[in-house]
């Protein structure tokens, strides 16, 4: 279907999806191309129209290789429209769908899109969707494009809320395990080593790293499950390259690259050995790898014994039991870490984990913030995490318990 925008002759659509779509066009001004991102609906919701306005604010801050260049953005209907810079290319997902990539050829995407992605982040922005439906590769040039920022953030840290697995934002296949929400720590610029390691696995072995049929599925992958190795699917790839990537993909992101130089002296190391002998002798990766910002790990430290503690309770609790853990001490000296450390739960369960502080409480409401906090683990324990809401004839449940409950 032909859209009408001012300044602009609307020609093929190049992607549809549930949201937006997207179409090249020629600006008659100069008659160049350009890409168009509009919402995929004559009655746009507004937070798509959000997504939009907040791409544009992105892009406009990104004047790095690699990244197409924000045109301007045009009213359009009840919403908006993105115009960007025209690149001619497919993605990376359809190449390596089509036929199985060289050595050589894998090494040249990696350490480009490595670049771009440093490159994103010395701009202070987090993208935290990389996958390989972002990335489009000019066939001819072999020149990539990073695309779709509709989820990156200015910030060095963004803390993810635990909810709901069918409310978080972005690709599950690539998610990260913090951005899942389930690790109790922030998201950093390492979010995005994840994601770009479970790209090159699937880009290099044909395969995803991961199987699941739903949200829940996926949450638990990440957190919990050790992909196949890539050898056993390639025969081909070296043992570094294969190490390169699982460390791009560890779970804990202090056990991943800490800066992108280190990771690209690795692929670089590659490049060059299979350049000059046809083969890549194994050497130890991130040997050269170095932070370039101070960093406090999120790690928990000298709480191994209460850790334990708390595992085998649960543990206990799986197979029937009931327990209450009290935990007393001095306010702000963390003592809930050791229960929020260790999301996933043995033998693939599905844990729901509730925990707060208890402080003193007006009197005539003694069981005020028990009720409180409890009453935001309840729907998630209903549910197994799938829905947000209760069902109808729940949402007073707690009215039989009188003025304390409420």
Same mark, same amino acid.
């Given at each position: 279907m032909t859209q009408e925008l001012a300044g602009i002759d609307i020609?093929?659509?190049? +992607?549809?999806?549930?949201?937006?779509? %997207?179409?090249?066009?020629?600006?008659?001004?100069?008659?160049?191309?350009?890409?168009?991102?509009?919402?995929?609906?004559?009655?746009?919701?507004?937070? =798509?129209?959000?997504?939009?306005?907040?791409?544009?604010?992105? #892009?406009?801050?990104?004047? &790095?290789?690699?990244?197409? $260049?924000?045109?301007?953005?045009?009213?359009?209907?009840?919403? *908006?429209?993105?115009? #960007?810079?025209?690149?001619?290319? &497919?993605?990376?997902?359809?190449?390596? $769908?089509?036929?199985?990539?060289?050595?050589?050829? +894998?090494?040249?995407?990696? %350490?480009? #899109?490595?670049?771009?992605?440093?490159?994103?982040?010395?701009?202070?922005?987090?993208?935290?969707?990389?996958?390989?439906?972002?990335?489009?590769?000019?066939?001819?040039?072999?020149?990539?494009?990073? %695309?779709? +920022?509709?989820?990156?953030? *200015?910030?060095?840290?963004?803390?993810?809320?635990?909810?709901?697995?069918?409310?978080?934002?972005?690709? +599950?296949?690539?998610?990260?395990?913090?951005?899942?929400? $389930?690790m109790n720590r922030g998201i950093d610029f390492r979010t995005d080593y994840y994601s770009l390691g479970v790209t090159l696995y699937e880009v290099l072995s044909g395969s995803h790293p991961f199987e699941a049929e739903d949200a829940i599925g996926w949450v638990h992958c990440h957190i919990a499950k050790t992909p196949p190795s890539i050898r056993s699917l390639r025969r081909d790839v070296p043992p570094v390259i294969e190490n390169i990537i699982f460390k791009l993909m560890a779970k804990v992101a202090e056990d991943r690259y800490n800066s992108i130089g280190g990771l690209l002296w690795d692929l670089d190391s590659c490049r060059k050995q299979l350049a000059k002998t046809g083969d890549i002798e194994s050497f130890p990766v991130g040997?050269? =790898?170095y932070s370039v910002k101070f960093q406090i790990p999120q790690k928990l430290y000298g709480r191994e014994e209460e850790t334990r503690i708390l595992e085998d309770c649960f543990a206990r609790i799986v197979d029937g039991g009931a327990e209450m853990f009290m935990v007393a001490g001095v306010f702000g000296h963390r003592q809930i870490s050791p229960g929020q450390r260790n999301p996933q739960a043995p033998g693939g369960k599905i844990r729901v984990l509730h925990l707060g502080q208890v402080r003193p409480v007006p009197a005539g409401h003694p069981l005020l913030r028990h009720l409180r906090r409890l009453s935001g683990a309840l729907p998630a324990i209903a549910h197994g995490g799938r829905r947000r809401n209760w069902p109808p004839g729940r949402k007073n449940s707690w009215k039989p318990w009188g003025p304390t409950a409420r």
């Open positions: 020609q093929d659509k190049l +992607f549809e999806s549930q949201r937006t779509v %997207i179409y090249r066009g020629v600006r008659r001004s100069d008659g160049k191309l350009v890409a168009v991102k509009l919402p995929n609906s004559p009655y746009p919701l507004h937070v =798509d129209m959000i997504r939009i306005k907040y791409e544009y604010d992105v #892009l406009s801050q990104l004047q &790095v290789d690699g990244i197409s $260049r924000v045109c301007s953005l045009e009213n359009y209907q009840d919403g *908006f429209a993105l115009v #960007l810079e025209y690149f001619e290319g &497919v993605t990376l997902h359809q190449i390596s $769908r089509k036929s199985a990539i060289g050595l050589r050829q +894998f090494l040249e995407y990696a %350490i480009a #899109l490595a670049t771009i992605i440093g490159k994103v982040h010395e701009s202070g922005i987090i993208h935290k969707d990389v996958n390989p439906n972002n990335i489009l590769v000019n066939q001819n040039s072999n020149e990539l494009r990073l %695309i779709d +920022f509709h989820l990156a953030s *200015f910030l060095e840290q963004q803390k993810q809320e635990a909810v709901s697995p069918g409310s978080l934002e972005g690709s +599950f296949p690539y998610m990260s395990p913090e951005q899942t929400g $389930r040997s050269c =790898d």
